[in-house]
């Protein structure tokens, strides 16, 4: 886990990183990811194709619906972006142009869309890593989260009225803004400063969304964390966890940095794993009362 190369690169700090994915109806999926890094950065992705309002099949896309191809082309978009520095323009452009060609090819034959149907929407949510800053990028209910020994921190709000990270999960709120190529959208975007060690999740609902609460995903990051020896173990860990409750396609793609190795991440985590356990997952206080205890340090970067 412990990166060897030079020391005085503090990108170099990066320890691993990868993504957790699967499908409830295989090779037909409409989640997405995208992950990479470089000498200077790194970048973890997920996108949540919208298969309600994009449920239109195109022929000469395979038949597959606007979802499905709109998380593809948008994550084909971000890995150009980082691949290309930016160098023609900021992220939304990038993920404009790849909307573009969407369009372009798509024919004008399939199932109709209602009148709340758009043409390729995804959410998209985005985390970029230079140095010590991180950049999150983001749009629809899909989420950016920094995991340290305080806890699990959502960095990105949702697109949802009246909703948050809590009361959501059981109102299901509408979505008020996702990328699409039939409507104008906003990619937020929001920068900030972290110190090491920490750990950088981007997530699509399907992993946290069915869980009782917030804390629970907080709960089962940092049981996998512990229980496991090394990132591979991790990964396959927290796959098999994930299949076996979620109700939909998921993705979760995470970047680890400032770790000696993984022992020393998993010393790093035992305190506030025993610490969720036994203050929310083992209680018998009313759900309501532990997020409004969690919900402050939670909630701590949201603006």
């Known amino acids: 886990m412990k990166n060897k190369n030079n020391k005085q690169n503090k990108p170099d700090k990066l320890n691993s990183i990868f993504c957790v994915h699967g499908e409830m109806v295989p090779n037909n999926g409409e989640d997405c990811y995208y992950f990479g890094a470089n000498s200077s950065s790194a970048i973890i992705s997920v996108f949540d194709g919208c298969g309600g309002i994009g449920s239109k099949r195109y022929n000469n896309f395979s038949g597959k619906t606007g979802a499905y191809i709109a998380s593809r082309a948008v994550a084909g978009a971000v890995k150009a972006w980082f691949d290309e520095n930016g160098k023609a323009g ?8 790849s909307l573009r060609i969407c369009n372009k090819f798509a024919d004008s034959t399939g199932r109709i869309m209602g009148s709340l149907g758009k043409s390729f929407p995804t959410t998209a949510a985005i985390i970029h890593t230079q140095s010590d800053s991180a950049t999150c990028y983001w749009a629809g209910d899909s989420r950016c989260f920094m995991l340290n020994s305080l806890g699990l921190h959502q960095l990105s709000t949702d697109d949802i009225d009246g909703e948050d990270a809590f009361s959501n999960i059981t109102s299901d709120g509408v979505l008020t803004n996702v990328i699409c190529s039939s409507s104008d959208f906003t990619v937020h975007e929001k920068k900030f400063n972290f110190k090491y ?17 917030p804390m629970d995903f907080e709960f089962l990051l940092t049981k996998a964390i512990i229980s496991c020896d090394n990132s591979k173990a991790l990964k396959e860990y927290l796959n098999n966890c994930i299949k076996e409750y979620t109700g ?11 770790f000696d190795s993984y022992t020393h991440m998993k010393e790093y985590f035992i305190d506030r794993c025993t610490y969720v356990k036994n203050t929310f997952i083992d209680s018998d206080m009313p759900l309501e009362d532990k997020w409004n205890i969690y919900k402050g340090e939670y909630s701590k970067y949201l603006s």
């Not at 900021?90 to 142009?97: D, L, R, S």
């Open 90 to 97: 900021n992220i939304k452009e990038y993920i404009q142009w």
């Open 197 to 213: 060690p920490c750990i950088f999740i981007t997530s699509s609902d399907g992993c946290f969304g069915y869980l009782p609460s």
């Open 248 to 258: 939909d396609d998921y993705t979760l793609c995470i970047s680890v940095f400032g």
